[in-house]
């Protein structure tokens, strides 16, 4: 196991001080489904979140519970299923926008003490007046905001609810919840090419069309509206070159070049993407073993379906003739620990290894001080031994025994051999790396 989760989460009727009605907003321009409550909005074909009852047990905790992930990961659908009976509103509405943005204590106070906010990051003017509602209340699990900016949500609680408000991240549906609820790709390449934005899965509705709204939303929505870059075009570039960089080391310089900006701009724009849940850097491992070990990061995209998109890649004959297949199925496979990690209150410690010598192993899963898996990732369908060769060379310098010696890879045979276990992909749906997260 990477880390220990919290031993026992409460059902929906826990300390968190749920009222059995939601009270209604008393000003007129409300919208009246703002004023509903929040379940009655929910979608019948709801898909269950492992992240369920870690968002309850931060509510029993917390008098204020913050929920971020990418635009469309199913935040909004999320809370309102877990707490049906609380009041919603949502600030992407421009009336209510207009409500909290001039005067933020009645926008409150008229909701009650039970109400989520969504995409909260829009009006911070409403925290200050937050925080001495909940002071006075003292009560938990009273207000749940839901945000698709983690820099714009975070910088706000930390300048006005530091210490009142739990954290959770919600990613895009995992291999695991898509399995059990009936609805897994049957193949690495279509789980690579799906992706897992709930809508897809949800709704008739065809990739490209969905990508293409994505694109433009996020584009338009988010990095001109809210984060002030003008040359979405020029931003555009951007995202698809990082995406011809999946699994690969960060070179921030030669990707200034490639989209002619400068490689400040570069360092902005990458923090915006990592911000708003689009790509992350996986880091080096690093510990003095006397070996010279490379210190650049790797580019992931948490949504492999979304960098699909970028690169042209919409059927499965593009994914198999495509030679970022392998880095692809890679990514789908670090993120996929890092949503079950993420999904139960831990933030996983992941990192890569690699040499001067040019040896590497794609995926490290720390525990405490120690590396607990060390993980080769293949995306063919066939085993080869010789899949083992890097970790037969630099797992005994990390002292990972032979069990956490591992080849996640495209094909659906498992076995154990005297080199290290050969896991299926799937087979990360039923108990991760054997037992990471659980």
Request: glycine share 8%; hydrophobic share 40%; with cysteine.
């Amino acid at each position: 196991m990477m880390a220990e989760q919290k031993s026992e989460s409460l059902d929906s009727s826990s300390s968190t001080n749920m009222p059995s009605s939601a009270v209604s907003p008393s000003q007129e321009s409300l919208s009246a489904a703002s004023s509903s409550p929040s379940g009655a909005h929910e979608a019948s074909d709801y898909i269950p979140r492992t992240a369920e009852a870690e968002l309850r047990e931060l509510a029993s905790e917390f008098p204020v519970v913050s929920v971020t992930g990418p635009r469309q990961s199913g935040k909004s659908v999320l809370v309102r299923h877990v707490f049906p009976d609380y009041a919603y509103v949502s600030l992407e509405d421009d009336d209510e926008y207009a409500l909290a943005h001039a005067d933020p204590r009645a926008f409150l106070t008229s909701f009650g003490p039970h109400l989520i906010i969504d995409e909260a990051q829009r009006a911070p003017e409403i925290f200050n007046y937050l925080q001495g509602i909940v002071d006075e209340n003292d009560q938990s699990g009273g207000y749940i905001l839901t945000g698709s900016q983690n820099f714009l949500l975070l910088k706000t609680i930390s300048q006005s609810l530091a210490g009142r408000v739990g954290l959770l991240h919600l990613l895009p549906l995992s291999l695991e919840e898509l399995t059990a609820a009936g609805r897994a790709p049957e193949t690495a390449d279509e789980w690579v090419l799906e992706g897992g934005y709930p809508r897809l899965f949800r709704h008739q509705i065809r990739r490209a069309s969905f990508y293409r709204g994505y694109i433009d939303t996020y584009l338009e929505r988010d990095v001109r509206a809210e984060l002030g870059v003008r040359k979405v075009r020029d931003f555009l570039r951007f995202v698809e070159l990082c995406a011809a960089r999946i699994g690969q080391p960060l070179n921030l310089a030669n990707l200034a070049r490639d989209a002619q900006i400068s490689s400040t701009t570069a360092r902005d724009w990458l923090s915006i993407l990592e911000a708003s849940f689009i790509v992350y850097e996986l880091p080096p491992y690093f510990r003095n073993l006397g070996k010279q070990l490379t210190k650049s990061s790797k580019l992931y995209f948490y949504d492999t379906g979304l960098a699909c998109e970028l690169l042209g890649i919409r059927t499965i004959p593009d994914l198999v003739l495509s030679p970022l297949r392998g880095n692809l199925f890679e990514d789908a496979v670090i993120t996929e620990v890092m949503k079950q990690g993420e999904a139960r209150g831990v933030s996983p410690r992941l990192s890569f290894w690699r040499d001067r010598q040019g040896q590497e192993i794609d995926l490290l899963v720390e525990q405490g001080v120690q590396v607990h898996d060390a993980v080769e990732i293949k995306s063919s369908t066939t085993f080869n031994t010789r899949f083992f060769d890097n970790l037969e060379a630099v797992a005994p310098l990390l002292k990972v025994p032979v069990d956490h010696r591992l080849v996640v890879y495209g094909g659906s045979t498992s076995m154990s051999t005297r080199q290290g276990r050969v896991v299926p992909y799937a087979a990360l749906a039923q108990d991760g790396l054997g037992g990471v997260g659980a």
